[in-house]
């Protein structure tokens, strides 16, 4: 009776949380989209959009974009997808073309002075054009990546509209679409596609000479951190940039810097910390930072507000050190899906709250799967104190030049959006050899992984790297991660030989490696496994789907995730793990919550489990 009295209570908190907070909204998804690099002048453009689904593909050739007085037909609530139901349509089919337009009122004081005014997406799947008032401002390609265009010449007084035309080719497998099913209806481990625009929309003010980016790098050993600033531009040489430290409001650090460019290389400051509080998921120690570009007659041209946590992620032998202490990771697999809004977060609140409640069934973080997760999500695992594992989305069973070039292309962009958070300690590029299915045997497939690697810690080597998560590694990866769907008894004796002996890895349906490859000494991190399906106050669905049998009753469940997490924590070979799933997604009712984010037992009983 308690438990039911709590599932009971915490249905009514969520459904208030996730679906009558966001229709509640006025404008959904209303907070400041970018946390890592906020300005103070911005103006959403979340909410009602006209919206054309454009079949035919007639809209170029008829010049939609270029007709103002051109009506869509349509209504859709940005920055839910017309899949969704919180954008208003919800439909599933296929819509391979669509078309946005809304009006633009840009504030009088967004055009005071010398400002310009940026147009900013945080992500439009899959490929985008834009136009204001009938002229092109850009483009972009890849449905995972922010991008922006300053429009500042091409605004009018009044009267501004902005036009967007989206390609999504639902069918095409050679694009990184992630858990998108290219089938008319999700099945199995597919879900629900997206089309168009499912992250925030905004614009904002720069100066002429503005800050485009921060890289900020920790380095807890010396107890400094070091920002890299990127400009839009070079400027001359009177311009300086100043950086201020604070901690809890407290003054932690502060230096300036000159901002010219020297050879092309960008402005670096170090500012040293004294008394220095690292971030953990323990203790989630963030400094605050400002950034201020300021003139050779000391007025500020251009200010930024940042963050950022003092952390250290390294492999020492064959364990994972955070802090430079060994760190057993709890991780959770976290699709990122909602059930009224699919891959975009309904409110900032049902984020917040998916975080929290992993924490409090005994996780330290997540594996975000197959999905770049918003980044206010991201913000939110840096607050909070949740490790993260970063992923790519990828195509699924074919490998071509095109997608190869898809990929790198837009995986760039990902990897320089979310550097800055502290909270993120590792990138899984390749999910299951997935779009490199042939990757057992076939070396340009091999290579293409050990490239992506070696591609990112070029980018990035403050973090790990895995090369193909999994199964079929190569030799060229910092973690060993092994998936396997067993239960607990088959875990505990499949795996009890790499305690004595590494030199062959237990296969699971698939090789450990790719043939001709040898195990390198990596971390052994199971980072997927469990995947117990479990139904709660539901129907049997003729299509639902979990890791073998479905429990019927909730001791049978509980006794079951019990012992296939203890066959893990009890063998010494083996650093950390992933749990399949925080959450049911369609009809995967694999999850610890119900689609509609209700834990399946206690938060205290899955605690009990996972903090063994």
């Known amino acids: ?69 051109k009506k869509f037909s349509r209504q859709i609530q940005v920055p839910f997808a017309f899949q969704t139901k919180l954008s208003g349509i919800g439909d599933t089919s296929y819509h391979d073309v669509v078309w946005y337009r809304r009006n633009l009122d840009v504030p009088a004081n967004f055009r005071a002075g010398n400002k310009r005014v940026m147009l900013n997406f945080g992500a439009v799947d899959y490929e985008a054009i834009v136009w204001i008032n009938g002229e092109r401002a850009g483009e972009h390609r890849g449905g995972n990546a922010p991008f922006a265009h300053d429009i500042t010449d091409l605004l009018q007084q009044s009267g501004n509209s902005v036009v967007v035309r989206v390609f999504d080719p639902s069918t095409d497998r050679t694009i990184p679409r992630g858990k998108q099913f290219w089938e008319p209806k999700s099945a199995a481990i597919w879900y629900t596609r997206t089309t168009g625009i499912w992250q925030p929309v905004w614009i904002e003010t720069v100066a002429p000479f503005y800050v485009k980016r921060l890289r900020i790098t920790p380095d807890i050993d010396n107890s400094q951190v070091k920002i890299e600033t990127i400009l839009n531009q070079a400027v001359s040489a009177g311009e300086k940039l100043r950086f201020t430290a604070t901690f809890r409001n407290n003054p932690a650090a502060m230096t300036e810097v000159s901002a010219q460019t020297q050879g092309g290389a960008n402005p670096l400051a170090t500012l040293h910390l004294n008394n220095q509080e690292p971030w953990s998921p323990e203790r989630p120690n963030l400094y605050d930072l400002r950034v ?3 003139g050779a007659n000391g007025s500020v041209i251009d200010r930024v507000d940042s963050y950022f946590g003092q952390r250290k992620i390294a492999v020492q032998g064959d364990k994972i050190f955070l802090n430079n202490n060994p760190y057993y990771q709890k991780l959770v697999l976290d699709q990122g899906y909602w ?21 409090k069934f005994g996780f330290n973080g997540a594996r975000k799967h197959q999905k770049v997760e918003d980044p206010r999500w991201l913000y939110w695992c840096d607050k909070l104190g949740f490790l993260v594992w970063g992923e790519m989305a990828n195509a699924f069973d074919i490998y071509t030049d ?138 049997k669905k003729s299509n639902e789907f979990g890791y073998g049998n479905i429990e019927p009753t909730k001791e049978a469940y509980l006794k079951r995730l019990d012992a296939t997490v203890t066959a893990l924590r ?43």
Not at 347 to 358: F, G, L, V
Not at 420 to 428: E, F, L, Q, V, Y
């Open 402 to 539: 095109d997608y190869v070039a898809r990929f790198t292309d837009e995986w760039q962009q990902v990897i320089v959006r979310d550097y800055n958070h502290p909270s993120i300690i590792a990138w899984t590029p390749i999910n299951e050899s997935w779009g490199t299915i042939r990757i057992a045997t076939d070396r340009q497939q091999q290579e293409h992984a050990k490239a992506m690697y070696h591609l990112i810690h070029s980018l990035d080597t403050t973090r790990l790297v895995q090369d193909n998560d999994g199964w079929e590694h190569t030799d060229t990866t910092d973690i060993f991660g092994i998936h396997d769907y067993g239960r607990g008894e088959e875990l505990t004796e499949k795996y009890k030989i790499l305690e004595t002996d590494r030199s062959t890895i237990p296969r699971n349906g698939k090789e450990a490696l790719a043939f001709g490859y040898k195990y390198n000494g990596s971390p052994i991190i199971v980072t997927e496994f469990g995947g117990i399906a479990y139904r709660i106050n539901a129907p």
């Open 292 to 294: 201020e570009l300021v």
């Open 570 to 612: 009890t063998n010494k070979a083996i650093v950390g793990y992933c749990y399949t799933q925080l959450t049911d997604v369609e009809q995967e009712i694999n999850g610890l919550m119900t689609y509609d984010r209700k834990p399946k037992v206690s938060p205290e009983e899955f605690a009990r489990i996972f903090n063994k």
């Open 339 to 359: 059930q009224d809004s699919t891959i975009t977060p309904p409110t900032d609140e049902a984020i917040k709250y998916d975080i929290e409640m992993a924490k």
């Open 1 to 69: 009776m308690k438990n039911l009295l709590f599932l009971k209570i915490l249905t009514l908190i969520t459904l208030s949380v996730f679906t009558l907070a966001a229709k509640a909204q006025s404008v959904p998804r209303p907070e400041y989209p970018r946390p890592d690099l906020v300005r103070g002048e911005w103006q959403t453009l979340n909410g009602a959009w006209q919206f054309e689904f454009d079949d035919a593909n007639r809209g170029l050739k008829e010049g939609w974009y270029k007709t103002p007085t």
